[in-house]
Structures are given as C-alpha cells and as structure tokens.
C-alpha cells in the first residue's frame, strides 16, 4: 500500500507540478497553500527507496509548517540518492519516527558552480 501511495504522488508531482499550471498561474501565487506528503513509519520508508538503489547522503534537522495554520513542525531531514541513476529523495522524520516523503526526483548531479 505504501508503495501505491508513494507512486500515486509521483504522479500527482509530475501532472500538477509542471503540466496543469502555467507558469504566469505559478507566479500569481504568493504561498504554496497546501501540500499532502505520504508517511509511513522510518523503516517502511527507507525500504521503498532501497528498492530504488538511494541510499542517505546527508542529514540534517529542519521545520515544516502546518498548511493554514502555518504551525511548525521540526524533524530530522535524510536525503537519499541513487547517485548511478540520478534519483533523490527527501524526507523529514519526527520525534515518532513516522517519516513524511516531502519531494523526490531524477536527474541529481553535484551541482559544479555557475
């Protein structure tokens, strides 16, 4: 099921982030009102990327904020990467270990400078 869920927002990524909104819609909008992320618990989660060859590569502690309310939410950060294949993961994992996905991707490479 977590595997479902995370391919459904894959798609729902590729289809509303770049094809259903035009680019002059995208600036119209000042705040990025709301956001829905599939969890699942830590293991549950690095399994799904393991099968996709990422593995961490950095870590770190950040906030999310509530849509509406905007109450922050801090967590541990993991960014994964598949460094052969090019494709990334970040999640944010709480004091519970449940683990939300909050954006994933392809085509990673060490960013060279200007």
Known sequence: ???LTAALFVLLAVVYGGTAYSQEQQQ???VFIYSQAPCATYTEMVKLVSKHGEKP???G???TFQAGSSRPFKGGMIFTVNQEE???TI???FADGM???LFNGSKFKPWMGD
Do not use: D, P, S, Y
Request: proline content about 0%.
């Open 1 to 3: 099921m977590a595997k």
């Open 28 to 30: 119209e909008e000042e």
């Open 57 to 59: 590569l950095f870590i």
């Open 61 to 63: 502690e950040g906030l």
């Open 86 to 88: 090019g494709n990334w």
């Open 91 to 93: 999640f944010q994992v």
């Open 99 to 101: 683990t939300c996905m």
